[in-house]
């Protein structure tokens, strides 16, 4: 037997402390030249500080990576510094709103805004006064519904489009395409004109849910046909040889196969409705009371409360209302999306 | 571990995996047990008359007739291109899975034309069952639920669950590896593992025939030895199609060969004989060329 030591394990690809310290030196050095040329040259204020950092700092990283190293790195570094910019340019917006809206709309959240409704407060009246329960449980149900009736032809629709594959395949596609750039608000007036109008003459919450669902299932259907696209044509065969029909190859392998994609299209799906408010303004009116019956009544939603409130206030506490408002549909979403996430994430490995 | 301590199983491979050259072919072929067709088995076999196949206008298969015996392995030997996975996908009806394919000729089972109208293609393809060439376990079941998907996915009823699970992994030789984490996600295993467990879930619906596409192909040669000890173990209850680009994998497990070509056009078959025969003495001169490895 071999006497031998266990050596420790090393990672000598990782970049060093003395490296990072040295990089993070640069584009501290990049700040101070910025602040600088900022101060002497004709550059001035926030962009311009932004604008000559980015390039004094990027030109730096490239200079060290060309002299400790070779050009190629050097072109490689100048790669990850536009990338960094990119992600910063993205996040700044999210960021921005975010913070924008915890910042301004903790103000408007109270517990008492949970428990009651519109019915016995204007939006003038301070925040305290009234809640947005109506508004909480108008955008649940109305999304709820929407899901309901969007998720089942949405999903029919994609399979339809790459399991059946039939002759309307194509035009039908380039219907489904078409519609997801329909404008919500003709959404809302299509509802309006053909059964608002004519038929029930009543504006009520299932209105808004058919509404929502005309913008939802083409999102639904084209994101879940792209799932189901990148299912493998062998599990298919698996399937068939074993003695399955189509349809039971569809319901047991297929679609189980593309659970978390489907959920992902129920995700987007959401999220194109969740926050629309022209369609709801057009259908299921606004209310300010509690309303559980979608097929009766008006209905309120969190994007109308929070359109009223900014809309038809004018005080402080209106404003105050309003952002509270976004920040419960924020955290609402949030959630909804974890829960998501969680559900699809859960048993497939 | 020494090499001394290495298992009798993969000395025993080795022996087997010598085989190199042609005339040593020959002899493995010849040096197997023979098996005798239509013992203990439901069926009569599978055997095919004129069958030709088309994707689209092209022409791929020309006039393919051939016997298989019930209990008997048949390879399907050939250069790619030659048409023997689709002749294969005709034994049971998935080449019609392909929207532009079309066939002509008859395929019988039990002497019944399976392309006959009226007949259910589901019953085909459950009794003439399919292994293909790149392990497909279904993704979202665990290794049980794979073995036991075909019962479900064909709505048969079984009373025995448990039984029949452990059977089927058995007999594909994969129980003792799985047999503590049947819970886990069948992406998990080794491809030979996977493709192992292929074979237990087409064998969990207990078919007659089982066609099988190239299985070893993406496999490495343990996992290859083991699917033919697997082959060999399953040939005494169902008759077995196999096509392999492997001529020693051919020799090892088969009781029958047959060779197809395509000289650019459609794909014939040339020749099929007994196994030890096709690589000792073939009586076309392409097949000789072909099985010495002067071309394909």
């Avoid at chain 1, 016995?120 to 109305?142: E, K, Q």
């Avoid at chain 1, 369609?279 to 009371?289: H, R």
């Avoid at chain 1, 409360?305 to 900014?310: E, H, L, Q, S």
């Avoid at chain 2, 003439?128 to 993704?139: A, E, H, S, T």
């Amino acid at each position: 037997m071999m006497q031998s030591t266990i050596p420790t394990p090393q990672t000598p690809w990782a970049t060093s402390i003395q490296q990072r310290l040295n990089t993070a030196g640069l584009i501290l050095l990049g700040a101070v030249l910025a602040g600088v040329a900022v101060k002497t040259t004709g550059l001035s204020g926030k962009l311009g500080f932004a604008v000559s950092f980015f390039v004094i700092a990027s030109l730096l990283i490239f200079i060290q990576q060309l002299r400790l190293r070779d050009l190629a790195a050097a072109k490689d570094s100048l790669l990850s510094s536009f990338a960094s910019l990119a992600i910063i340019l993205t996040l700044i917006p999210i960021i921005s709103i975010v913070a924008t809206v915890v910042v301004k709309g903790y103000k408007g959240i109270h517990f008492g805004m949970f428990t009651n409704d519109m019915t016995m407060a204007s939006v003038n009246d301070p925040v305290t006064a009234g809640g947005l329960l109506h508004a909480l449980v108008g955008t649940i149900m109305m999304v709820g519904v929407a899901l309901l009736i969007s998720f089942p032809i949405g999903l029919l629709t994609a399979l339809y489009l790459t399991e059946i594959r039939g002759n309307l395949a194509r035009p039908i596609k380039f219907l489904v395409q078409a519609m997801s750039g329909v404008p919500s608000i003709v959404a809302g007036l299509f509802i309006l004109s053909i059964l608002i109008i004519p038929v029930t003459q009543e504006l009520t919450g299932l209105m808004g849910s058919l509404a929502l669902s005309i913008l939802m299932i083409p999102t639904i259907a084209r994101t879940a046909e792209e799932m189901l696209r990148l299912i493998p044509n062998e599990l298919r065969e698996a399937g068939v040889a074993l003695g399955a029909t189509q349809w039971r190859t569809v319901s047991g392998v297929v679609v189980p196969a593309a659970r978390s994609g489907l959920v992902t299209a129920v995700i987007l799906g959401i999220a194109r409705i969740i926050g629309e408010t022209a369609p709801l303004l057009l259908v299921s009116g606004g209310a300010d009371a509690l309303n559980f019956n979608p097929a009766s009544g008006p209905m309120g939603s969190l994007p109308y409360y929070i359109w009223k409130a900014f809309l038809t206030g004018g005080t402080e506490e209106a404003y105050s209302r309003a952002w509270g408002g976004m920040l419960i549909l924020l955290i609402f979403i949030v959630l909804l999306f974890s829960l998501a996430r969680y559900l699809s994430g859960r048993k497939v490995a | 571990m020494t090499p001394t301590e290495s298992s009798s199983n993969e000395n025993n491979m080795e022996k087997k995996m010598q085989a190199t050259t042609p005339s040593s072919l020959a002899s493995v072929a010849s040096n197997r047990q023979q098996r005798v067709p239509g013992t203990n088995l439901l069926g009569t076999g599978l055997e095919t008359r004129g069958v030709h196949a088309w994707f689209g206008k092209k022409h791929v298969l020309s006039d393919v007739s051939l016997d298989f015996a019930a209990g008997t392995v048949t390879a399907l030997i050939g250069p790619s291109g030659c048409g023997k996975s689709t002749y294969l996908r005709t034994l049971n009806r998935m080449h019609e899975f392909i929207p532009t394919a079309a066939l002509a000729g008859e395929v019988l089972l039990d002497g019944q034309d399976i392309y006959a109208p009226g007949t259910d293609v589901t019953k085909i393809r459950l009794k003439v069952g399919m292994v293909f060439q790149k392990p497909n376990p279904f993704p979202s079941m665990t290794i049980g639920e794979n073995v036991l998907s075909g019962l479900k996915l064909a709505q048969l009823k079984k009373s025995n669950t448990d039984e029949l699970l452990e059977s089927c992994l058995v007999r594909a030789g994969l129980w003792s590896e799985v047999k503590d984490r049947l819970g886990e996600h069948g992406g998990a295993l080794s491809g030979g593992q996977q493709q192992r467990l292929c074979i237990a879930r087409s064998l969990a619906v207990e078919p007659q025939v089982l066609l099988m596409d190239e299985p070893c192909s993406a496999l490495d040669p343990g996992s290859t030895f083991r699917i033919e000890e697997t082959i060999s173990e399953l040939a005494k209850s169902m008759t077995i199609v196999i096509v392999t680009h492997n001529m020693q994998q051919a020799a090892r497990v088969s009781d029958y060969t047959a060779f197809f070509l395509s000289d650019g056009g459609p794909g014939v078959m040339v020749e099929t004989a007994p196994t030890s025969k096709i690589f000792s003495s073939p009586t076309d001169k392409r097949t000789e060329d072909y099985v010495t490895g002067r071309f394909g």
